[in-house]
């Protein structure tokens, strides 16, 4: 299987399953001398990891981090960054039901089509379990972001669950981590509670909106035609599990303005540099950022495991019905946040790195 690993000059590369023993990755272009240990790693970690409330998933994974390599007395040593989490809670007879069945809405039958074999628990390497090692490469960028753009701070939220939008204007980035649900607006989390209960109960599941912005994002990140920075960006966030959409800026809402509204007018600052008075382009143009925030929003789609009875066949070619066993995430929005973040981390890293090796740390 090819398609393992993202990046360019700051590359990570992911292994492992659902179920199996592990789950790790290999990180390379990690400059040397930066001071990094687990305790860099575990706290973006303990955002992600499974059963923190009912709103997630009850499997109950420590995502305990290990640094096996690339890293000699507290400081990274240029080689290549190896990290390992044992699974710890795999409960693979949950899905000993399901092993001739193709469930709606995953990969099961496209991955046996073009394999030949698939590995029917928990979806073995299609599951969102690889996403921690994701957050775990995003901690390691925001060691090289800190190091070489220390002014960077990248923030996701939950905007939307279902058809509940939060409203703008109340917007508070400080509530984000006071409730399960990563939202900015207070009054709609009683709202979402309501909602996603019963959506739980049901046993059905819902979709969400997650916003991240990365501010301080020095100008010149990106290269323009093919490795254009916003193009980049919309990769990392297509390649999370459950994500249908990614719109950047204005995004959609861009194609019904008109010229004038679109545009993002300048004026010089009383710092005698350039000021952007409005956003829509999301911090990138041309596909090199602008200096502005780097703002992005991703759709994720309902969670494919219900208790819902769903139409199907198996592999001997029989039409059935389909209800999944096991513990799943009635809402996978909400653990999307911290994988979008590191996902925006390790795109940004990426583009610094290469930014300095054909411009030097000229940023501004």
Not at 24 to 40: H, Y
Not at 112 to 122: F, L, S, T, V
């Amino acid at each position: 299987m090819s398609g393992n690993g993202f990046g360019h000059t700051f590359r990570f590369t992911t292994f492992g399953e659902s179920h199996g023993p592990a789950i790790g990755c290999v990180i390379d272009g990690v400059p040397p001398l930066l001071a990094l240990s687990e305790a860099d790693i575990q706290p973006w970690l303990d955002q992600r990891k499974p059963g923190q409330n009912r709103f997630t998933t009850q499997r109950q994974e420590a995502d305990q981090v290990r640094i096996l390599s690339g890293v000699f007395d507290g400081v990274t040593t240029g080689t290549s960054i190896g990290l390992l989490i044992e699974n710890t809670d795999q409960r693979s007879k949950d899905y000993g039901d399901i092993k001739d069945t193709y469930r709606p809405g995953h990969a099961d039958w496209v991955y046996e089509q073009k394999y030949g074999i698939r590995d029917y628990r928990g979806g073995g390497r299609s599951s969102a379990r690889e996403t921690a090692m994701r957050v775990a490469a995003g901690a390691v960028a925001r060691v090289i972001l800190d190091s070489l753009a220390p002014g960077i701070a990248i923030r996701g939220a939950m905007v939307q669950m279902g058809p509940h939008a939060i409203d703008p204007g109340r917007w508070d980035w400080d509530q984000r981590q006071a409730n399960p649900f990563w939202c900015p607006d207070a009054e709609t989390v009683p709202v979402w509670e309501k909602f996603l209960d019963g959506v739980r109960k049901a046993g059905s599941s819902t979709g969400g909106v997650v916003e991240v912005t990365a501010s301080g994002v020095p100008v010149g990140l990106g290269a323009p035609v093919y490795d254009k920075l916003d193009a980049d960006l919309a990769k990392a966030m297509m390649s999370i599990n459950a994500v249908k959409g990614v719109e950047i800026g204005a995004g959609f809402l861009a194609a019904s303005l008109s010229g004038e509204d679109n545009a993002d007018e300048m004026r010089m600052g009383p710092d005698g540099r350039v000021q952007f008075l409005s956003n829509n382009a999301g911090g990138i143009l041309g596909g090199l950022s602008t200096g502005q925030d780097v703002v992005l929003r991703l759709a994720v789609k309902p969670t494919s495991s219900i208790l819902i009875p769903k139409k199907s066949v198996d592999r001997h070619g029989n039409d059935i019905e389909v209800i999944t066993k096991g513990r799943h995430d009635p809402c996978v929005a909400i653990r999307a946040v911290p994988v979008a973040e590191a996902m925006m981390a390790v795109t940004l890293a990426d583009h610094l790195l290469r930014h300095r090796a054909q411009c030097g740390l000229s940023l501004t």
